[in-house]
């Protein structure tokens, strides 16, 4: 909850430019930028560089929004987390009003901006994200349910979907699949990191899988997605956007990532504990890897479409 | 006594000088938006007529 009243901290100084971008969550922007960059590139569609830029641009600031907008709902449970303490609102440097204010006007105004520069349905899709991850991630589910990060996930899944439809004014299997890529990732990604920053979801409250049913349940579920996760990433490679690249790199990166979650499943507590979570923290090391190299090779093949090397599989 | 440079300005000097900054970008972006649009023959102005059409 956000009362003001009963949760504002006094704020330390003036706030710079920087504090209020910080709201923004630039890192969770980048990824954003990548995804609907790629999901924009590999579609048949060409579009011009300058509406490509803006449409990016629009799309990374409606992700940003959306930060701010959890920042200032989530600013309570941000005191107490180790890992986000250190944010903007906990740390006194913007008030909770000022993130709500941002996050408000940015979401309008990249929602606008991207229909002007882009089209209707992108601009729709965008405004969908920002309403998902804020009212029904941050504000419903995630205090609310284990599978919090399962549903949530879909709102960092939309960028290259909202990519393609800048591109192509649509949707369609390769864009669906893209969505479901990230939105099948996702739970493994957060769940082993939940694994060994325990101590962290239970000071705040929140009912992480790992809090409410037991690391062994989240260790089936890690190896239940990802092998969920494979199926999907393969059949990506068949569709349009698919080449040798994609298909060479989904085959080396999901073996690697069944063999992580195969080993995370076999391990109990005591054992993570003795080796401090090491497999736990290379399955998240991989998982960060897995991601960034599926979209690298759909941009690879783009690429060697485009320059005529390689046709397509049909 | 009114001072032409409060210490508020002063204060706030790059927070605004940044704003200001974003702003120009902003008025840059929709201009070159524009242009691109208009080069392309979309129907910005939702008239029904694209560049290089007279209106009678």
């Not at chain 1, 705040?204 to 579920?221: E, K, Q, S």
């Not at chain 2, 210490?7 to 704003?19: A, M, S, T, V």
């Not at chain 2, 929709?30 to 939702?46: H, P, R």
């Amino acid at each position: 909850m956000s009362d003001t009243s009963l949760h504002s901290v006094p704020r330390s100084a003036e706030p710079e430019l920087k504090d209020y971008f910080a709201l923004l969550k630039p890192r969770v922007m980048s990824l954003v930028v990548f995804t609907a960059l790629v999901g924009l590139l590999v579609a048949p569609v060409p579009v011009h560089p300058f509406i490509m830029f803006t449409s990016v641009l629009f799309i990374a600031i409606g992700g940003g929004a959306s930060g701010a907008l959890n920042m200032w709902w989530d600013a309570d449970i941000d005191r107490v987390m180790r890992r986000t303490a250190k944010r903007p609102i906990p740390a006194g440097k913007v008030t909770e009003g000022e993130a709500l204010g941002l996050g408000v006007a940015l979401s309008g105004l990249s929602v606008m901006m991207l229909a002007l520069s882009a089209n209707l349905l992108a601009a729709g899709l965008l405004a969908f994200t920002i309403f998902f991850y804020v009212v029904i991630y941050t504000m419903w589910l995630k205090r609310w349910t284990p599978q919090n990060i399962v549903i949530g996930g879909a709102a960092g899944a939309f960028p290259p979907m909202i990519g393609w439809a800048v591109a192509t004014g649509g949707i369609s299997v390769e864009s669906v699949l893209m969505f479901a890529l990230i939105f099948i990732w996702t739970p493994p990604h957060f769940w082993a990191l939940a694994l060994f920053m325990k101590s962290d979801y239970d000071d705040a409250g929140v009912p992480m899988l790992t809090v409410t049913h037991g690391h062994d349940a989240t260790r089936r579920h890690i190896l239940a997605y990802t092998v969920l996760l494979a199926a999907c990433s393969l059949s990506l490679a068949a569709t349009s956007i698919g080449g040798p690249v994609y298909l060479v790199a989904a085959l080396v990166l999901n073996f690697r990532f069944l063999v992580g979650a195969w080993k995370i499943w076999k391990r109990s507590t005591p054992q993570a504990e003795a080796d401090a979570y090491g497999e736990e923290k290379r399955f998240f090391k991989l998982s960060l890897w897995y991601l960034f190299l599926h979209f690298s090779a759909l941009l690879a093949d783009a690429t060697l479409r485009a320059l005529g090397v390689f046709g397509g599989w049909a | 006594m009114i001072r032409a440079t409060h210490e508020l300005h002063e204060r706030r000097k790059g927070r605004n000088l940044g704003l200001g900054i974003l702003l120009l970008a902003f008025v840059g972006i929709v201009f070159g938006m524009t242009i691109v649009k208009i080069g392309n023959g979309e129907d910005v102005l939702g008239t029904g007529m694209v560049s290089g059409e007279v209106s009678q």
